[in-house]
Nanobody, 114 residues
Framework: QVQVVESGGGLVQPGGSLRLSCAVSGITFSAITMDWYRRAPGKQRELVAS???????YEIESVKGRFTISRDNAKNTVYLQMNNLEPEDTAVYYCMARRYQTYWGQGTQVTVSS
């Protein structure tokens, strides 16, 4: 059974940093693509960043230069380093593993507020 578990969310002031982690089990981690999504209050869920099995990355324009996605295949974990956070980044952040099927985590709340 595939499990996807996020951690690392919290409350941070504007301009601050957080690092989200997503641990995956029950699947060959090195072969899968990992995505971070977020759902802000009153908005649709959106893709934030992806990292492929080749370690090639993709980030949406609004987070480029501030967010970095990375993976540690030895730990079966993907990270989202978020710097210079803005109130508009407030959302529930979800991790998704995909290879033939998709597997979602339960989400972790990120709140950016002074």
């Amino acid at each position: 059974q595939v499990q996807v578990v996020e951690s690392g969310g919290g409350l941070v002031q504007p301009g601050g940093s957080l690092r989200l982690s997503c641990a995956v089990s029950g699947i060959t981690f090195s072969a899968i693509t990992m995505d971070w999504y977020r759902r802000a209050p009153g908005k649709q869920r959106e893709l934030v960043a992806s990292i492929f099995s080749s370690s090639t990355t993709y980030e949406i324009e609004s987070v480029k230069g501030r967010f970095t996605i990375s993976r540690d295949n030895a730990k079966n974990t993907v990270y989202l380093q978020m710097n210079n956070l803005e109130p508009e980044d407030t959302a529930v952040y979800y991790c998704m593993a995909r290879r033939y099927q998709t597997y979602w985590g339960q989400g972790t709340q990120v709140t950016v507020s002074s």
